[in-house]
C-alpha cells in the first residue's frame, strides 16, 4: 500500500489503518469519495440519495471519536447502505415509487449497529424494486450498469451496493439476500459478497420482500474486509422474533488458518446442463488454486436443486403479496391522485405505485394463497424446502463446504432477460437454495469470463460456518489477485 | 310448527396485558387518537411482531379454567384482507394450530346447569378504529386499538335459543373477569360477541345455512340480535326463500340485521402461518406453574359453599356470580362461623339489593366485610334484633363507624334479660283477659297479637326469640 | 398451466391492483409461463413430510408485558398523505 494511492482504491482495511494512525481524516474520506461519486454515479446509477451534509458531520463526529482514542476497526469508514434499511432522517424508497418521498423515522437495527461502531453513512444505493430482480432492472429510480461494461447489468436485487463497491465508490456496502441478492451481483460485478446465516443479522428495519429468506449481509472487496463488517452486523435483537441468539463471535479469527485437510463438495447439478463454459473454466481453476492450497474436493449431490426455483416462486411471492399488503395509501408513501372511493384509492395506489415485476410477484403469491390452492402450491412448496434443505444436511455429511459457480453466467446485457420473467428467475438457480435452507453463502471473484465479465465463485457453508467460509475465501485471495482487480473508471 | 334455533357465539375477548400483543405500546383505553400507535401498530415498513408473554399466559390461564386442551405447539397466521383500521392489510391470529382446543363452559339452566361444549380459543391482535361520523365524505382512523391482544372464544353450534346465548355469554363474561383474563368492560369494547344462527325443523335435521352477525357489545344486543336474525330465516324460509350464507350487522335503533358490505368479497383471507413468527410452544412446566396460581374456580367454589357451608345451590350460584362478590360473601362468612346462612341471606338480600339500586358494583360497596361482618355478629347473638340491624346498616352504608359504635350511640341493644321481658309480657296478659281467654280457647291466630303487643312495648328491642318463648310458656302453649 | 381471464380479474381483485383488460391478457400469459415453472413441483412425492415455514426449527422468544413505546403520533401523521385531528383519513367506508 503506498500513501500516494488514491483513497478510494484503498480497501477498507487499508483505510482502518490509515484513519487508526491519523494519516487520513474520515471527513477527507468521506469528501474524496463523495467527490467520486459525484463524477462516476451519474453513469453508474449506483446510489439513489445522498446527504453530503449528513455524511460529512458524521465523518467530523468520527474523527473526534477518534481522537479521543475511542475508534474501533469502522470508525470514520464510509458505507453505503441498501435502500431497503431504514435510516432515520434518510429518505428510504426500496427502489420503489411507492416510497419515493418516504423519510423513515427510525433505524434499522444493522444501520443502528453501524452508527454506534463510527461508520460514516455515505448515502442509499439503488436496487431492484422491493429487491424483486435479479438485474437491478426493476428499479423505479431506473437501471444500475456494471462498473466493468455499462452494457451489462450489475445483477440484483443488491446491484446499486455491488456496482458502488466493485467501481471503488464506497470499501463497503450492505445488501439483503433472500434468493442470491448479494451473491449474484457480488459475482457479476467482481466483488465479495456473503449472505449469513438466517436469523443472525436483524431484519428490524429492513424492508420485507420474503421474510423467512431475507438476510442482510455485507458486500467489500475482500474476504477479511467481510469479516470486520459481518461482526458489526451480526448480533441478536430483540425486536425480530427470527434473530437469534448466539454468543458474540469474531468472524475474523481463523483466516490464516492452513486449508490443508479441508473437505470441499462439489454438487453434482452445479455443474451440469446449464453452467456456461465461460464460468466452468473459471470455477474449475480457482478450485486447482484451492487444491493447490491443501484443499480435498469430493462429489456432492444436492439432488433437488431444480426445484428450487419452483419452490422460491411460490414460497416468496406469497409472503410478499403479504408484506407488501400495507402499501396502501393510507398511512405513508405513494397516494393515487383523487380517488373516488376507498376501493379505487387502493388499487389504483397500488397499481401506480408498483412497478410490473412487483405487481407480477404479488399475484402470483395472491393465487398461490387464495382458496383452494394452498396446499397443491403453498403447502407442497414448503415440503419440498424441507428436502432442499435435508440435501445439504446430507451434503455436510461429507464436506466442510460447498463450492460451485454462484451465476450461471456472467453478467447479462441490459434489456436482455427483462422481457422474460422466467428466463431472469433461472439466473438465480444456484444461490436460491441457500436461502431456502437458511444456510450461509457467499461469492468470491474467480477471474473473467466472456467479454471480460467477472465470475464469482461461491461457498456455502454449513449453519454458523461463516468463519470458515471467511478462512477458505481469505487464503484463497492470498494466492490470487482477482480481488483486486478494477475496472476501468468511467468518464 | 316449532322451528329449532341453532347458534354458535364466537366471543372476543380483550386480555387485560399491559401492552400490546406484538408491540410495546399501551393498550390502556381513553388515549388521544394514535397517541398508542407505534411503528409496530401502524405498520410502517420494516418493522417486527414480538408476541406478549403475558397475553400467552391469560389464554392458559383461560384454557385450564375450562378444561380445555392447551396445545404445546400452536402457530400465529396471517389472515390477508385489506380494511383502513387493519395497517398491516393482514391480522395476525392462531388459525389452524390454535393454543386452546375443546374444553366447555357451565351455564345455568331450567335443571341445574348445561354445558357449553367450546370449540377452541386462540389468540389474535385487535384492529384499529373506523370513525365514520365526523369527517365529510371521508373515514378517520384511530390505530390506538391496533394490535391489542384478543382471545377469541369459538362454542360448537350448541346453543338453542337467545336467552341460553345470553346466559352462555353471562358466564362467560364471568369467568374471564374471574380469572382475571379480562377485565370485561363492554363499553369499552372488552368484550363482544359475534353470533353465527341458523335454523331447522327439527333436531335431526342437518344444520342450516348460517348467517354471522358481528359485533354484539351487549347481552341486550346479543339477545334481540339472535331473536331477530332467527325470525327473519324463519320467514325467509316459509315464504319459500333461502338463506345464503353472509356477514350481518345489528342495528339495535331499527332492530334489525342487515348484510356488511365490506365483507362482501371477504371470503378468501389466504391463510398462511407468519414467517415473522416462530411456532409458539407452551411447556408442561410453564402449565403448571400457571395452575399453581390459579385461583379457585367459580364451578368448585359453588360446590364447595353448599357442601361445606350448607348453602343452597341458588344461593352459592348468586354468590359465585364474580369473584369479587364470592371473595367479599367468604371474608364475612368466614368471621362468622357456623352462620353461612345468616351471611348469604344478607349480602344477597340487603346488601346486593342496595348496590342495585344504587347502580354500584360489590367492589365499590360502602360497607366492607369487615363492618357487615361485625353487624351480623350482633344479630348471630342476638344483640340487635333483624330489623334493628337493616336500621344499623343504614347508618354503616353513610357513615365509617363500625356495627358495635352505632348499636351503642343509639341504644339499640335488644332486651334479652328475660326478667325484664317476663314483667313485660305479664302485664300485657294482664291488661288483655280476652284475648287470653280466646287463645287459650283454641284461637291460635291471637298469638300474633301478644307478640306485636310486647314488641311495642319494648320498642322492638324485645329478642323475638325470647319474646316468642315466654309468650308460649305463660299461655301454656307449649303442652 | 391455462389461467383464465377472470381469474387474473379475481386476484388481482384480492390484492387490490387495478388492472386493465390489455394488462389482464399480458398478464395471464406471463402469470402462465411462471405457473409452468411452479408446477415441476408436482413431480415430486411429498407424502408425509413436514412442512418448512421458517429458516430455523426454533420456537417463539416471548417478551415481557411491558409498555416500552411512547408516544411518536406527530413524527409518524407527518408521513401521511391526509389527516385531520389525530386521524388518518381515506375515502368514506361503507359497513
Known sequence: MSPRAELHELDLTELSALLAARQVSSEELAQALLARIATQNGDLNAFITLDPDATLAQARAADARIGRGEGGVLTGIPVAHKDIFCASGWRTTCGSRMLEEFTAPYDATVVEHFNDAGAVFLGKTNMDEFAMGSSNESSWFGPVRNPWDRNAVPGGSSGGSAAAVAARLCPAATGTDTGGSIRQPAALTGICGLKPTYGLVSRYGMIAFASSLDQAGPLARSAADLAVLLDTMVGFDPRDSTSLERPVEHYGRALDRPLEGMRLGLPREYFAEGLDADVARAVDEALVTLRGLGCETVEVSLPNTRLSIPVYYVLAPAEASSNLARYDGARYGYRAQEPRDLADLYSRTRAEGFGAEVRRRILVGTYVLSHGYYDAYYLKAQQIRRLIARDFDAAFSTCDLILGPTSPSVAFDLGERSADPVQMYLSDIYTIAVNLAGLPGMSIPAGFGAKGRPVGLQVIGNYFDEARMLNLAHRFQQATDWHRRAPASGA | MPWQIVIGLETHAQLSTRSKMFSGSSTAFGAEPNRQASAVDIALPGVLPVANRGAVERAIRFGLAVGGSIRRRSVFARKNYFYPDLPKGYQISQYELPIIEGGALLIPAADGERSIPLTRAHLEEDAGKSLHEDFQGATGIDLNRAGTPLLEIVTEPALTSAEEAVSYARALHALLRWIDVCDGNMQEGSFRCDANVSVRRNASDPLGTRCEIKNLNSFRFLEQAIRHEARRQIELIEDGGRVRQETRLYDPDRDETRPMRSKEDAHDYRYFPDPDLLPLEVTPDWVESVRAQMPELPAAMRSRLAGELGLAAYDAAILTGSRELARYFEAIASRLPGNAKLAANWVMGEILGRLNREGLEIGACPVDAARLAGLLARVADGTVSGKTAKEVLDALWSGTETADEVIQARGLTQISDSGELEVIIDGILAQNPAQVAEFRGGKQKVFGFFVGAAMKATRGKGNPAQVNALLRRKLGADA | ?95
Open chain 3, 1 to 95: 398451466m391455462e389461467l383464465s381471464l377472470d381469474d387474473v380479474r379475481r386476484i388481482a381483485q384480492l390484492a387490490r391492483i387495478a388492472i386493465t383488460d390489455a394488462e389482464a391478457a399480458a398478464t395471464r400469459d406471463q402469470l402462465g409461463n411462471i405457473f409452468d415453472l411452479i408446477e415441476q413441483m408436482n413431480a415430486v412425492d411429498t407424502t408425509g413430510i413436514e412442512p418448512m415455514s421458517h429458516a430455523q426449527d426454533l420456537t417463539l422468544r416471548l417478551r415481557a408485558d411491558e409498555v416500552t413505546q411512547t408516544d411518536e403520533r406527530e413524527r409518524f401523521l407527518a408521513l401521511a398523505p391526509e389527516t385531520e385531528r389525530g386521524l388518518y383519513l381515506v375515502p368514506q367506508v361503507i359497513e
